[in-house]
C-alpha cells in the first residue's frame, strides 16, 4: 500500500497522484509539485489516501510544498502575463500569415516554458513562429496542436439543455459516443440536435445509456404480439422507456379493437431481438455519416509507413500484371507484321529446332529429280 494525493491543474482536467510525503493535506488546498513540464502550482481535489501501489505509475513524484501566499500571488501574476502573451501570439501568427486559431496560452510556475494550444485543419510549419516568440519571451516555447473537443473543453460555453458544458464543468476525460447510443434512447437522429458545441456528437449521450438499455431490455418491441392480464391477446402499439408501459391494441368483442395501456410486469411476451425501425432522410443520413466518420477519425491511430506502403502496393499490384500483358500483345502483333512485310524471311520461333541433316539431304535429292523430270 502506498499513500497518495490526487492534484488537478486546470478546472475538469485530469488528476494526477503524487507523493505527499509526511505532509498532511487535504482537499482543496494548493500544493507545488514537480512535474514532467517543470514546477506547476495545482489544485487538490484528493487529500492524503492509501491504495495499492499497482493502481499508481511509479515512481511518482513527491510534492514540494503546500502553496503559500507568495506561491498564490505569483500564480495570480502568470495568469496576467498570459494574457498579454495571447495578445503578442495572434499577432505574431497574423504576421507569419499562418493558418491556425491560437486557443490559450500557459505559463508554467517557474517561468521556465510558455505553452500554446491552438487548433488547425492540417499540419502547421510554425518553425519560424517559434524562433519569433523565443526571442521576444526569453525562454523556451512550445506549441501544441488540439483537436475541437479540447477547444470546447478549454473556452467552455453553454449547452443546448442550457446549462455549462459538461467537459468544461467535471468531464475528466471523453468517453467514446456512437449513433448507437441516440438511436437506443429514442431521439431524433437530426445531427444538429444530438451534436453538441464542438460538432461532435454529445458527451451526455454516454450519461443514461445503461439505464436505457436496461429499460430497453425488459420491453417488447412495437408490433410484438403480447398476452395481457386480462387474458386478451394483443398487438404493441407504442412503448414508455422511463414509465415502463406499454399501450396494446387489444381485440374484444365482435372483432372490435381497443387501445389499452398496461404495466410491462402484466404482460407475457416473447423476448426477441429488437429492430430498429428507423426513417431517416437522406441529407440526414449523410450528415449522420460524416459524424461517425469524425468520431472514428479522431479515436483511430494514424497509419504507419509500412501499412501505407502494403496498400500501396496492392493497389498497383494490378496495374502492373495488366502492364506486363499490354506490352507482350504488342510484340506479339510487331513479330506478326514482319512476318508479313518479309515472307521469304524465316524467322525462328521460340520451340522450333534446327533441321537435321540426313533431312537437309533428301530435301536436296528431291529437288535433282524434279529437275531432271523437267529436262525429259
Same mark, same amino acid.
Given at each position: 500500500? &502506498?499513500?497518495?494525493?490526487? *492534484?488537478?491543474? =486546470?478546472? /475538469?482536467?485530469?488528476?494526477?497522484?503524487? #507523493?505527499?510525503?509526511? +505532509?498532511?493535506?487535504?482537499?482543496?488546498?494548493?500544493? &507545488?509539485?514537480?512535474?514532467?513540464?517543470?514546477?506547476?502550482?495545482?489544485?487538490?481535489? +484528493?487529500?492524503?489516501?492509501?491504495?495499492?501501489?499497482? %493502481? !499508481? !505509475?511509479?515512481?511518482? %513524484?513527491? *510534492?514540494? =510544498?503546500? /502553496?503559500?501566499?507568495?506561491?498564490?500571488?505569483?500564480?495570480? $501574476? @502568470? =495568469?496576467?502575463?498570459?494574457?498579454?502573451?495571447?495578445?503578442?501570439?495572434?499577432?505574431?501568427i497574423a504576421k507569419h500569415q499562418l493558418e491556425m486559431k491560437l486557443i490559450d496560452a500557459e505559463y508554467t510556475f517557474d517561468n521556465n516554458k510558455v505553452l500554446f494550444y491552438?487548433?488547425?485543419?492540417?499540419? &502547421?510549419?510554425?518553425?519560424? +513562429?517559434?524562433?519569433?516568440?523565443? #526571442?521576444?519571451f526569453r525562454t523556451r516555447i512550445e506549441l501544441r496542436q488540439i483537436g475541437v473537443r479540447d477547444e470546447t473543453k478549454i473556452l467552455g460555453g453553454i449547452g443546448i439543455c442550457g446549462r455549462v458544458l459538461c467537459c468544461n464543468s467535471y468531464l475528466s476525460d471523453f468517453a467514446p459516443v456512437s449513433i448507437r447510443m441516440a438511436k437506443e434512447q429514442n431521439l431524433s437522429l437530426n445531427p444538429s440536435k444530438i451534436s453538441g458545441a464542438c460538432g461532435r456528437l454529445m458527451c451526455c449521450l454516454k450519461n443514461e445509456q445503461e439505464t436505457y438499455e436496461y429499460l430497453n431490455?425488459?420491453?417488447?418491441?412495437?408490433?410484438?404480439?403480447?398476452?395481457?392480464?386480462?387474458?386478451?391477446?394483443?398487438?404493441?402499439?407504442?412503448? #414508455? *422507456?422511463?414509465?415502463?408501459?406499454v399501450k396494446v391494441v387489444v381485440n374484444v368483442e365482435k372483432d372490435d379493437k381497443e387501445i389499452r395501456e398496461y404495466? *410491462?410486469?402484466?404482460?407475457?411476451?416473447?423476448?426477441?431481438?429488437r429492430k430498429d425501425k428507423l426513417q431517416v432522410e437522406d441529407a440526414e443520413l449523410e450528415q449522420l455519416e460524416e459524424l461517425e466518420q469524425l468520431e472514428a477519425e479522431s479515436s483511430a491511430p494514424a497509419p504507419r509507413r509500412e501499412d501505407t506502403k $502494403?496498400?500501396? #502496393? =496492392? $493497389?498497383?499490384?494490378?496495374r502492373r500484371e495488366n502492364g506486363k500483358r499490354e506490352n507482350g500483345r504488342r510484340e506479339n502483333f510487331r513479330k506478326e507484321n514482319n512476318r508479313k512485310e518479309h515472307p521469304k524471311k524465316d524467322f525462328p520461333r521460340k520451340g522450333d529446332r534446327e533441321p537435321r541433316r540426313e533431312d537437309r539431304q533428301k530435301?536436296?535429292? @528431291?529437288?535433282?529429280?524434279?529437275?531432271?523430270?523437267?529436262?525429259?
Open positions: 500500500m &502506498i499513500q497518495v494525493i490526487g *492534484v488537478r491543474f =486546470r478546472r /475538469a482536467g485530469k488528476v494526477y497522484y503524487f #507523493s505527499p510525503g509526511d +505532509l498532511e493535506i487535504e482537499a482543496g488546498q494548493n500544493v &507545488i509539485v514537480e512535474t514532467a513540464r517543470g514546477v506547476e502550482f495545482g489544485n487538490v481535489v +484528493l487529500g492524503n489516501k492509501t491504495v495499492e501501489e499497482e %493502481k !499508481v !505509475v511509479q515512481p511518482l %513524484k513527491p *510534492v514540494i =510544498r503546500i /502553496a503559500t501566499d507568495a506561491d498564490e500571488e505569483q500564480e495570480q $501574476k @502568470n =495568469r496576467e502575463k498570459e494574457k498579454e502573451a495571447f495578445k503578442i501570439c495572434q499577432e505574431k491552438f487548433t488547425a485543419d492540417g499540419r &502547421i510549419d510554425f518553425r519560424e +513562429l517559434v524562433k519569433d516568440l523565443a #526571442s521576444v431490455s425488459r420491453l417488447p418491441a412495437v408490433g410484438d404480439g403480447v398476452i395481457t392480464s386480462d387474458g386478451l391477446r394483443g398487438e404493441v402499439h407504442s412503448v #414508455s *422507456v422511463l414509465r415502463q408501459m404495466k *410491462v410486469d402484466e404482460l407475457k411476451f416473447r423476448p426477441r431481438r $502494403k496498400e500501396y #502496393s =496492392r $493497389k498497383e499490384a494490378p530435301e536436296q535429292g @528431291n529437288d535433282a529429280r524434279t529437275e531432271r523430270t523437267r529436262k525429259d
